[in-house]
Nanobody, 115 residues
Framework: QVQLVESGGGSVQVGGSLRLSCTGS????????MGWYRQAPEKQRELVASERSGGRINYADSVRGRFTISRDSAKNTVYLQMNSLKPEDTAIYYC?????????WGQGTQVTVSS
């Protein structure tokens, strides 16, 4: 069974930075478009960034210019560098495949941005 494990979250002040990591079973990052999703309290889960194996990258308008997605397939890891964080970025962040989440959701990693 494929497991996705997110880490790197924490509590930061407005304008701070965090780098999230997502590791998984060998191979899934090489062949799939991977994405970072987030879910804020009482809101639906939303896709914030995705990267197709081979390069095409997309960002939600709300994070474009502040977040950067990248992957290291050799390490079975996807990253999300988050800069200039805002209170509205507060959420639990998850990784999974895009456009459909093919694997069970991990526990996610909590990001809290305070003003």
């Amino acid at each position: 069974q494929v497991q996705l494990v997110e880490s790197g979250g924490g509590s930061v002040q407005v304008g701070g930075s965090l780098r999230l990591s997502c590791t998984g079973s060998a191979g899934i990052f090489r062949i799939n478009t991977m994405g970072w999703y987030r879910q804020a309290p009482e809101k639906q889960r939303e896709l914030v960034a995705s990267e197709r194996s081979g390069g095409r990258i997309n960002y939600a308008d709300s994070v474009r210019g502040r977040f950067t997605i990248s992957r290291d397939s050799a390490k079975n890891t996807v990253y999300l560098q988050m800069n200039s964080l805002k209170p509205e970025d507060t959420a639990i962040y998850y990784c999974n495949t895009v456009p459909q989440a093919l694997y069970s959701w991990g526990q996610g990693t909590q990001v809290t941005v305070s003003s």
